[in-house]
């Protein structure tokens, strides 16, 4: 079964750092690009940040540029996401989700796990 | 880096079309056939229906069908079921390595 499962989640102090991991499962994870995708509830989906198959290609939405960082480890299956000075407007349930093509543009993102939520509170 | 522009509501009664717009800019939807459709149900990941403008992955019914004219594009349910009523969002490829979502609309069938 073709799954992403992410973690990592949880309650931050505005300003602290956070990481998130998304393990990849049932499918060649290093033939695809991936993408972070977040949603703030009853909103709707922003794009954070991408990275190709073989992290040559990486990608960032101006509003986390500088501040968040996007990895891969092919050889674990997993996907992370470093987030650096939080702030209250980074609260959302974070997704990971896997492109259709093996870099930029993704084509479409077929497979999207159920998303780990940050909170950023004092 | 703004998001693409979508209506925020739909509606149609079972069995009629309804057509969700998505309105960019050249240097997103209009330059680039990278357009996607996601349908997301309350609680749960969104999910794929149409990518680069008009393709439906495997098991996408053939009632969603995806089009683009200049810098919008659009989704077009056909034969509205129920279970079709959802959040929908379109997505494009922005260039130089960074994608972009629309506001999403919110599809009643009534």
């Known amino acids: 079964e073709v799954q992403l499962v992410e973690s990592g989640g949880g309650l931050v102090q505005p300003g602290r750092s956070l990481r998130l991991s998304c393990a990849a499962s049932?499918?060649?994870?290093?033939?695809?690009?991936m993408h972070w995708v977040r949603q703030v509830p009853g909103k709707g989906l922003e794009w954070v940040s991408g990275?190709?198959?073989?992290?040559?290609?990486?990608g960032y939405a101006d509003s986390v540029k500088g501040r968040f960082a996007i990895s891969r480890d092919n050889a674990k299956n997993s996907l992370y996401l470093q987030m650096n000075s939080l702030r209250a407007e980074d609260t959302a349930l974070y997704y990971c989700?896997?492109?259709?093509?093996?870099?930029?543009?993704?084509?479409?993102?077929?497979?999207w796990g159920q998303g780990t939520t940050v909170t950023v509170s004092s | 880096q703004s998001a693409l522009t979508q209506p925020p509501s739909a509606s149609g009664s079972p069995g009629q079309s309804v057509t969700i717009s998505c309105t960019g800019t050249?240097?997103?939807?209009?330059?680039?056939?990278?357009v996607s459709w996601y349908q997301q149900h309350p609680g749960k990941a969104p999910k794929l229906m149409i990518y680069?403008?008009?393709k439906r992955p495997s098991g996408v019914p053939d009632r969603f069908s995806g089009s683009k004219s200049g810098n919008t594009a659009s989704l077009t349910v056909s034969g509205l079921q129920a279970e079709d009523e959802a959040d929908y969002y379109c997505?494009?490829?922005?260039?130089?390595?960074?994608?972009?979502f629309g506001g999403g609309t919110k599809l009643t069938v009534l």
């Open positions: 989700a896997k492109a259709f093509s093996s870099g930029f543009p993704a084509g479409g993102m077929d497979v």
């Open positions: 049932g499918f060649t994870f290093d033939d695809y690009a």
């Open positions: 990275i190709s198959w073989n992290s040559g290609d990486i």
């Open positions: 050249s240097s997103d939807v209009g330059g680039y056939n990278y």
């Open positions: 680069e403008v008009t």
């Open positions: 997505g494009s490829y922005a260039g130089s390595n960074r994608e972009v």
